[in-house]
């Protein structure tokens, strides 16, 4: 049996435009994250996926619903696949991270 395995990462959100450090932090898509990932279903239109897997962080999740067109209860949250923690510095503006951090 053959498996195909498909890798996607979430589409854009606010803290994403400002440069911003993410991690955990529940950061939602903006709206040109909706049409990147709605974009990205466009182009997997007529694959069927025996399971869809994300990060439980809602910009993931929700990159996976508008990209496969699957509903919320269909999507797969599993914490292994999250961001890197980043603790205080998520938030943090990429340019004021001390340079030791990178």
């Not at 049996?1 to 932090?25: I, V």
Request: aromatic share 8%; proline share 5%.
């Amino acid at each position: 049996m053959r498996t195909t395995l498909y890798l996607m990462r979430h589409g854009e959100t606010d803290w994403n435009c400002a440069h911003r450090m993410q991690g955990h932090a529940d950061v939602p898509l903006n709206e040109t994250g909706r049409a990147q990932a709605k974009a990205a279903g466009a182009r997997l239109a007529g694959l069927a996926f025996g399971a869809v897997y994300a990060s439980p962080l809602q910009r993931a999740c929700r990159t996976a619903q508008l990209a496969t067109g699957l509903p919320e209860e269909k999507i797969l949250a599993d914490s292994r696949l999250l961001e890197m923690g980043f603790g205080a510095w998520e938030g943090v503006p990429v340019t004021q991270m001390p340079a030791a951090f990178f």
